[in-house]
């Protein structure tokens, strides 16, 4: 069985992690991104899947098209962004941590290479 690798793109790492575990397979690497004048961010997760004629992965569901995303207010002043800043510092933290996690397990799993 030969494994195929994904490239999968966005601008949440959460949800990347949760779409290569939909997919059955293994994080290769994460990676967070920024281009442009105004630093505009996103993540690459590249992932190796089970080859397709595999009965587990045609199982899966068919995926559906994101939820729409509440509208955000503006900053009301400062104190406003510097919270959103830290609470998104937060949230990227935490998701690279659950990378890192993923791709320790899945190091275990196949002997330590």
Known sequence: MSDRRLLLDGPDLTALLARAEELGGRVVR????????????????????????????????????????RPVAPPAGIGDLLGAAE???????EA????????????KSRGGR
């Open 30 to 69: 994460a990676q967070r991104l920024r281009k442009g004048l105004l630093m505009r961010q996103w993540y690459e997760v590249t992932v190796d899947v089970p080859d397709p004629a595999t009965a587990r992965f045609a199982r899966l569901p068919v995926r559906r098209a994101p939820a729409q995303q």
């Open 87 to 93: 609470a998104a510092e937060r949230m990227e933290s």
């Open 96 to 107: 690279s941590r659950a990378a890192r996690a993923a791709g320790a397990r899945s190091a």
